[in-house]
């Protein structure tokens, strides 16, 4: 299986700047996507930013121009860091690894998730 840790949240001002972190291990070498989506309290989970293990990024337009995903060459740490932050960035933010199988079908692991709270 595959498990993911994030980690580097925490409390910051607006404007502040955060790096999260995830670290997968296990069964990679298999997974064609990462990504990073949050869920703040009332809302719908929501998908942030992902990269595909050719390198391709797409990110969410409320966070396109602030936020920046990267990865490591083995794909076993992924990185979302975050300018600019805002009060509505507020939320546990979660790691996700897919796999894209035979037939289209779709395998996700997730980590635990990290909360991010940006306030004065």
């Known amino acids: 299986q595959v498990q993911l840790v994030e980690s580097g949240g925490g409390l910051v001002q607006p404007g502040g700047s955060l790096r999260l972190s995830c670290a997968a291990s296990?069964?990679?070498?298999?997974?064609?996507?990462m990504g990073w989506y949050r869920q703040a309290p009332g809302k719908e989970r929501e998908r942030v930013a992902v990269?595909?293990?050719?390198?391709?990024?797409t990110y969410a337009d409320s966070v396109k121009g602030r936020f920046t995903i990267s990865r490591a060459n083995a794909m076993n740490t992924v990185y979302l860091q975050m300018n600019g932050l805002k009060p509505e960035d507020t939320a546990v933010y979660y790691c996700?690894?897919?796999?894209?199988?035979?037939?289209?079908?779709?395998?996700?692991?997730w980590g635990q998730g990290t909360q991010v709270t940006v306030s004065s």
């Open positions: 996700n690894a897919r796999r894209i199988g035979l037939r289209g079908t779709t395998y996700d692991h």
């Open positions: 296990g069964s990679i070498a298999s997974i064609n996507i």
């Open positions: 990269i595909s293990s050719g390198g391709i990024t």
